[in-house]
């Protein structure tokens, strides 16, 4: 049973370009959050997302950076026309849903490390 | 605010050494305690859950613990393998179901 997927594992981009991470979510979890992590700091909470929708976006900022996570294929975290501070590593995790879901702890994929020069 | 405190930020111990890790949360509609553990280059693994006061979780050298404040980690006899951070998390209730917030983590390095 494959994890949390995510892709690229690194991804360099020049200032102003358009960054797109990937996330395959656990097979049968419904629930896919992104986290952003820099040297040395905790994990800080961006986007809870739902099949098609977006649940919570309050840690997210609300320019540049989108996320969708379609009926269809990986979620997506979109950041348009980068900028150095961009630069980190960003994880995706996913949970199972159900009306107990709080109980199921996050499945982390490894990371999408983010250079912007 | 919702907040969860980790320390110490960093933890040197000898092979056999034992100790602990503390969390300190102040959150509202707590729904669970996390411990995670993330290796370098890696994501986050789970080790254990914890939901009420008084509550202990066992995994071989490690044990968890939660009070109405804090979380403790307890390491018994580290080992050079136990090295890397160690991550605590709060679960809470969020518009449409619950969010995460994690600690900034306590990075643990064992010397044989």
């Known amino acids: 049973n494959a994890g949390v997927m995510q892709n690229p594992r690194h991804l360099v981009r020049r200032r102003g370009q358009e960054a797109r991470l990937r996330c395959s979510p656990v097979?049968?979890?419904?629930?896919v959050y992104w986290y952003r992590q820099l040297p040395e700091e905790g994990l800080k909470f961006m986007v809870y997302?739902?099949?098609?929708?977006?649940?919570?976006e309050s840690g997210m900022p609300k320019e540049r950076f989108s996320a969708e996570f379609p009926k269809e294929g990986p979620s997506i975290l979109r950041i348009q026309q980068v900028v150095r501070g961009d630069s980190a590593a960003y994880f995706c995790?996913?949970?199972?849903?159900?009306?107990?879901?709080?109980?199921?702890?996050?499945?982390f994929g490894n990371g999408t490390r983010l250079t912007v020069t | 605010e919702d907040q969860v405190t980790q320390s110490p930020e960093a933890l040197r111990l000898q092979e056999g050494e034992s100790s602990s890790l503390n969390c300190s949360y102040t959150?509202?509609?707590?729904?669970?305690l996390f411990w995670y553990r993330q290796d370098p280059g890696k994501g986050p693994e789970f080790l254990f859950t914890?939901?009420?006061a008084g509550e202990e979780k066992e995994k071989e050298r490690l044990k968890a613990t939660l009070t109405k404040k804090e979380s403790f980690l307890h390491i018994t006899a580290p080992k050079p393998e136990d090295s890397a951070t160690y991550l605590c998390?709060?679960?809470?209730?969020?518009?449409?179901?619950?969010?995460?917030?994690f600690g900034a983590g306590t990075r643990l390095f064992v010397k044989a």
């Open positions: 097979k049968g979890h419904s629930h």
């Open positions: 997302l739902q099949k098609e929708n977006i649940i919570d």
């Open positions: 914890l939901y009420s």
């Open positions: 959150v509202s509609g707590l729904r669970g």
């Open positions: 998390a709060a679960r809470l209730d969020s518009t449409g179901g619950f969010k995460t917030i």
């Open positions: 995790a996913s949970s199972s849903s159900g009306p107990y879901s709080y109980n199921s702890p996050l499945h």
